[in-house]
DNA sequence: CGGCGCACTGTTAACGCAAACATTCCCGGG
DNA sequence: CCCGGGAATGTTTGCGTTAACAGTGCGCCG
């Protein structure tokens, strides 16, 4: 800066008035600093600014298993929106769910330049086993801390109990679920959902069987399923282990939806080319994060007090081919 | 930092060493000292800190369209190989694949507090359109800042010539390809291998249908593969669009493999859950994304000059079920 | 019993920037 | 012709941290 201030013949003050484009300055003198600055290759430190203002301009993002198809769409959703705001994103990815790594990957963003932390899926972890500094600006996403925090997510109950109602308004007697981790709350709320619909329905809950989120334990998962001539529609909690479910239901013979109907949850991208075509729980992932953005910096900039709001994000039934009633029992 | 000094009665000085775990402090003095940071919740500032050495434990990452499988898979490795030297990512996403989005993006990164920097898949962007600051370290991947920076990618030419080398070792006489867009400097790669891989084999290229990665391009385009009964072999750019293929072939009622063999690329979580699972070209991401950041870090912290680096992560084909002998014609 | 050295702790200054305050200069009105 | 006032620019100071240097006090050796 110096160095600038010293080439356009000005002092450094005015070098910090061009670089923050303030009005004061005769465009002269502007010109002669930014031709300076160009000529140096100079660019403010925002190590510096941040040092002064106390602000970063940067968001914290803690999420497990990025490369999972919800996680990388939230995480896409909230960059974006973040960028608009002129903010820019920090990921930590959490190796596992357990809560040491969680409050080890939260200590470590907390402790960087961050003006606000948005939590995605902490799994195991607890409000209570995270030492989060005082005054940090969270916001989450389907983790435990609903209800500690601002949150803002997609609506689990209602998409499972949507899921189900279409499968027995088909006319299926009984709904089976191949459920996500027992550690992850979205898994949760969708098969409790899932087993209250039912109930509503005075149908009995099947034994769950359960998978992990990937396609490869929706294969697993769905052998047991496939081979159980009983089943005749299955709501799973995501489309990945739809897709294997489908492929277990392939090799076993099953028509599908002849003779097993299928819903999955997420819709993801895939879900339309899969075969047959997926009928599945539609969610807007890039409105949660706009909505998880929006939050978060209400907090940051206008210090609100957002402690008991609680967003839930609709979400929508896509009706494709994998759905039908089921054949007529003789 | 004052507050703990004074409530700890010790100086700033000695609370520095403390925080940083130097040896030369007296372990009841460095008792009390923690105490009264915890008591306090202080954590050291990193601002204050980068300012002071000019370094920031911060890597900045461009990529496009950060959902999609093979940047969010390499965005995971590369967070996951940054956290294990200690370092953070901040993530920035490229709106479009034109050079002003590209180079806004990259302006905006770059004066961050940044060390260094990845680029992943900067599609139209040149290294000139680009004002890259001098002496931030840079990596590449699949860009065309491939030459002019250390680069790392997988192996797409190897790629493509194994997929059609397998399909015409299979017997195939030719093989069609469904193409990334033009835009994409692996697609390009992988459409060119192709070209040659035929050429070597005395078959002439047929002409490209392409998609734009998406599985729902995958399905456009491979309707036009699926109505056309010459077609008994295609090497599709990715899997993703190879699920749409292979859903336009069901939807033709062409049998695969039986009718058409299908290979696609990149291995994604679905691949082996497709109907029939499906052969592809497996990429190693997360290795890439190791040798990204170990390549980024060299320069950072050795001050490597590592231009003219570039590495090339082995590919190996996946067979699963989708490709097949041609039926023999009569 | 005096001094020397070591272990520990304190003081000062600088990192780059920008707010607050100070200064300079020029213009127009009285 | 002088002075008030505003626009343009400069000077000072402090943000939180740590390296470098400067004490301080204690034990041990001669």
Request: no cysteine; hydrophobic share 45%.
């Given at each position: 800066m110096m160095d600038?201030?010293?080439?356009?013949?000005?002092?450094?003050?005015?070098?910090?008035?061009?670089?923050?484009?303030?009005?004061?300055?005769?465009?002269?003198?502007?010109?002669?600093?930014?031709d300076a600055m160009e000529q140096l290759g100079y660019s403010p430190s925002r190590a510096a600014r941040a040092l002064r203002y106390g602000?970063?301009?940067?968001?914290g993002m803690v999420a497990h298993r990025l490369a999972r198809t919800g996680e990388s769409r939230t995480v896409e959703a909230v960059v974006e929106a973040a960028q608009a705001e002129g903010y820019t994103v920090t990921l930590v990815d959490v190796a596992s769910p357990e809560p040491d790594d969680v409050s080890a990957a939260v200590a470590r963003l907390s402790h960087q330049d961050i003006d606000g932390l948005i939590i995605v899926r902490a799994e195991t972890a607890t409000p209570d086993t995270l030492a989060l500094p005082a005054h940090l600006p969270v916001v989450v996403s389907d983790s435990r801390f609903v209800g500690h925090h601002p949150a803002v997510g997609a609506d689990q109950t209602g998409g499972a109990r949507t899921a189900v109602g279409h499968l027995l308004g088909l006319g299926h007697a009984c709904v089976h679920h191949?459920?996500?981790?027992?550690?992850?709350?979205?898994?949760?709320?969708?098969e409790e959902s899932w087993r209250k619909a039912l109930a509503e329905a005075g149908a009995t809950a099947p034994e769950v069987v359960r998978?992990?989120?990937?396609?490869?334990?929706?294969?697993?998962?769905?052998?047991?399923?496939?081979?159980?001539?009983?089943?005749?529609?299955?709501?799973?909690?995501?489309?990945?282990?739809?897709?294997g479910l489908i492929r277990a239901l392939h090799e076993a013979g099953r028509a599908i939806p002849g003779d097993v109907s299928v819903v999955g949850f997420d819709d993801i991208d895939l879900s339309a080319q899969l075969w047959p075509p997926l009928t599945t729980i539609e969610q807007d992932f890039a409105e949660i994060g706009r909505r998880l953005v929006n939050l978060l910096l209400r907090q940051v900039r206008d210090a609100e007090d957002l402690a008991d709001t609680h967003e839930v994000v609709p979400v929508r039934l896509v009706e494709r081919s994998s759905t039908a009633p089921p054949r007529s029992t003789p």
């Open positions: 600038v201030a010293a080439l356009a013949g000005v002092s450094a003050q005015t070098v910090s008035r061009v670089a923050r484009g303030e009005a004061t300055v005769r465009p002269g003198t502007a010109r002669r600093v930014r602000q970063f301009g940067t968001v191949l459920a996500g981790p027992e550690d992850s709350t979205p898994a949760r709320q969708r998978g992990d989120w990937s396609a490869a334990s929706g294969y697993d998962a769905g052998r047991a399923l496939a081979a159980d001539p009983r089943v005749t529609a299955v709501f799973a909690a995501n489309d990945e282990m739809a897709a």
